[in-house]
């Protein structure tokens, strides 16, 4: 009886199993038993990668906002929201509109990682990191639901693989950051985090992986909320009607605000009426901030 195999050669075996699972060995099989070739697997491997060359040069098949994209072992193709196809109150998945991305669902990488152990959690982190970043490269957004979907898990797992990447500092670009369809405050506190430390808007966009448009945006509402907070608005309701943001997204700027904001309150905080509270917000809105031009103002 032979010696047992340690755990890195059963590791390594899996690895090469999986690696076997190729066209490129599928067809070297075919031409060492199926053919009647007698030159060698050598020679066989050359003609193969030969031939795999121009199925990949000729071979289109599938045809992507008119630009041609191959689709490699490994790969399929995914429906996806595109970035500029926003949210709107009542509108479902089935009244937006789609479009196909192509995604790397298995790599070299990815086998590669079963060398080392299959440690199925990182496995997953990795992949998904790696699909919403390809999906945001091709003009689109994963959901935590398609994540789920393509992991082969629940949605809250997806949910916790997804807030435990975001707290090593990675910001993710799905459909709940980009759109702001999600409950979490990671993009607006990363957003409005670099705004007050200076940063104008096409570096947070870079660094958010956010469009200018949207940066403008969490920017203006930000300075909403500010504003109306300096002058003494602290009602959470008042500063939702004011501001004309949900509850929920009111009490997220608020709890962005510096803490020398929220100290600074106006002297005239009960002196106000309705009117002059709505006034504040259209009287001061050549002042307000979030172009990329100008700077945050000092609380």
């Not at 090469?16 to 067809?27: F, M, V, W």
């Not at 789609?98 to 990815?110: A, E, H, N, R």
């Not at 990795?126 to 935590?144: P, S």
């Not at 990447?165 to 670099?194: C, F, M, W, Y």
Request: charge should be neutral; glycine fraction near 6%; charged fraction near 30%.
């Amino acid at each position: 009886m032979g010696k047992p195999l340690t755990k890195e050669q059963i590791q390594l075996k899996k690895m090469r199993r999986l690696k076997s699972k190729s066209l490129r060995q599928l067809l070297l099989y075919r031409f060492l038993n199926h053919y009647g070739y007698d030159k060698g697997e050598i020679t066989a491997i050359a003609i193969i990668d030969d031939i795999l060359k121009l199925i990949d040069e000729y071979f289109l098949v599938s045809s992507i906002d008119q630009d041609l994209h191959h689709i490699h072992y490994g790969q399929l193709v995914w429906m996806a929201v595109p970035v500029d196809e926003y949210p709107k109150k009542g509108k479902s998945i089935a009244q937006t509109r789609l479009k196909p991305v192509v995604l790397s669902f298995v790599t070299d990488d990815d086998i590669n990682h079963i060398s080392h152990g299959f440690d199925s959690k990182t496995l997953r982190k990795k992949r998904l990191i790696r699909w919403v970043d390809e999906t945001f490269e091709q003009g689109a957004l994963l959901t935590q639901l398609d994540l789920a979907i393509l992991l082969g898990v629940c949605d809250a797992v997806v949910s916790q693989y997804v807030n435990e990447i975001q707290k090593e500092g990675t910001l993710l670009p799905t459909r709940g950051n980009i759109h702001d369809l999600s409950g979490a405050v990671t993009h607006k506190r990363e957003i409005i985090t670099l705004y007050l430390e200076g940063y104008l808007t096409p570096e947070i966009a870079i660094k958010t992986n956010h469009s200018a448009e949207s940066v403008d945006r969490y920017i203006r509402d930000y300075h909403r909320v500010e504003l109306l907070w300096k002058h003494g608005i602290t009602d959470l309701d008042q500063i939702s009607q004011l501001a004309r943001l949900s509850k929920r997204v009111a009490q997220q700027y608020v709890d962005l605000l510096p803490e020398k904001v929220r100290k600074k309150i106006s002297k005239n905080k009960n002196e106000l009426d309705f009117d002059q509270k709505n006034s504040i917000l259209y009287s001061s809105a050549e002042t307000e901030a979030g172009s990329a031009e100008e700077q945050p103002a000092e609380g």
